[in-house]
């Protein structure tokens, strides 16, 4: 049985997010992963140059940002930047493997609200997500 863990805005909404990732297996894992806690998937977006252009048409209807690190052409970095640039307050939230903290360190001092470790354990995602967006 899976638990059940339903994170809601303090309002009792709920919370829109864009997943990013270059790979269509951890794209539709973390996908899978913010659905069962009743979280409304607003975007998919296969590549950092899609992932800034789906953030700005869907702004400002999308609460938080999952975002891989380590992407073709343009990189997680580059797209938390612009995110960042477009709208200061954007909740984004990294999602990276083992051993990347001196990438790590270096998104959150470009804004990013915190991290997701891969390989990806449901219940520790959600935790995590629960932690930094203070549901």
Known sequence: MIDQITIRKSDGGKYRALVVDDSAFTLKQITQILMSADIE??????????????YKELYPNVDFVTLDITMPDVDGLQVLKEIMSFDKDAKVIM??????????????????????LKPL?????????????GA
């Open 41 to 54: 998937v607003v975007g998919n977006a296969p590549n950092g140059e899609s992932a800034i252009k789906m």
């Open 95 to 116: 999602v990276t493997a083992l051993g990347r903290e001196d990438i790590v360190k270096t998104a959150i001092m470009n804004g990013a609200k915190g991290f997701i």
């Open 121 to 133: 354990d449901r219940l520790k995602v959600l935790e995590r997500l629960k932690a930094i967006l």
